[in-house]
């Protein structure tokens, strides 16, 4: 492959899954710095539409990136893919395959026929957690991809994030809590948390691309230890709601989770999801605001950059 190439404001950067949380944030941020030239691809009608309508300036595909297409013909010429595309939730493990291996598989392809010198690959924190589930299986299975396609890259993993756009985690709860006078924690609530704001997250992607890291793998939690009923005082305190948090027994949450899954085929939160929160585990946390040479924002400013800026807190991704 060819050497990584010196990223300029006209280079052309590459961004499969560009409609999900960190690629909305991300080309938010990407357009600030001053980049034009950018592709987004993304299967999800709805928000890659919300995508294209925010920022009519960049080249936005809609694509299944498990599938041949012409999608793939946009790598030609590129200079860098910041890959972002990721199965998160679900029931069954046929979609985790599809979104996080197939896809991944597709991409690399296309990469390699288009001679796509560098990727900046987002991974996830629950590599190194004890959770055994579909989602980290595949996750595993992605960044065994990456590291064994021969092109130079740089795996990011980060743990849960928050910021605008959240359709799930942080962002549906903020929601939910919103819209009911009494809002369930399981057990006692105490679990700890590392939350990353994805704005930092996005100023270390950009970061990235110019570092070019070879060849590394970087674990990046929140600077803030927090457990997750602290996390749901945050959301309410930032919004100014009256909601009443009620703690109910583990056994219940779980049940009603369950019940709710029958209705909804793909759930917000779901029964495995609720079994990782309770696992007691702690990231490893490196300077990551120094390796990558950003300020780092707190968790509080953070939870009111999400929840009360005019321009995009308003905007929501559907599921």
């Known amino acids: 492959m060819n050497s990584p190439v010196q990223i300029s404001k006209s280079s052309k950067i590459i961004i499969p899954g560009a409609a999900g949380l960190v690629g909305q944030n991300l080309i938010v941020f990407l357009l600030k710095a001053g980049y034009s030239n950018l592709v987004a691809i993304d299967k999800h009608k709805h928000n890659t539409q919300m995508l294209a309508e925010l920022h009519p300036g960049i080249t936005v595909i809609e694509a299944d990136l498990a599938e041949d297409g012409d999608w793939q013909a946009s790598l030609e010429g590129s200079d860098m893919i910041i890959m972002l595309q990721a199965q998160i939730g679900g029931l069954t493990i046929e979609p985790f395959i599809r979104n996080n291996v197939t896809s991944t598989e597709k991409v690399l392809h296309a990469a390699k026929k288009y001679q796509t010198p560098y990727i900046v690959h987002i991974s996830s924190s629950v590599l190194e957690s004890e959770a055994d589930d579909f989602y980290t299986k595949t996750k595993e299975e992605q960044e065994n991809l990456i590291i064994n396609s ?148 707190s968790f509080e400013e953070a939870l009111k950059e999400t929840y009360l800026d005019e321009t995009y807190s308003k905007y929501v991704l559907k599921f």
């Open 150 to 297: 021969g092109i130079a890259y740089c795996i990011l993993r980060p743990t849960l994030m928050f910021g605008w756009f959240d359709r799930k985690h942080l962002g549906w709860l903020s929601r939910f809590m919103a819209k009911i006078p009494v809002f369930p924690i399981p057990s006692h609530g105490r679990f700890m948390r590392q939350p990353l704001y994805v704005g930092d997250f996005c100023n270390m992607i950009i970061s990235a691309m110019h570092k070019q890291p070879k060849n590394e793998v970087y674990n990046i939690t929140g600077r803030e230890k927090i457990d997750y009923v602290d996390i749901i005082q945050g959301i309410k305190k930032t919004l100014g709601l009256r909601t009443w948090i009620v703690h109910i027994p583990y056994w219940l949450f779980w049940s009603l989770l369950k019940i709710y899954a029958i209705f909804d085929r793909d759930p917000p939160f779901t029964t495995s999801q609720l079994q990782a929160l309770v696992i007691k585990e702690e990231f490893e946390l490196i300077p990551w605001w120094n390796i990558f040479d950003i300020e780092p924002t």
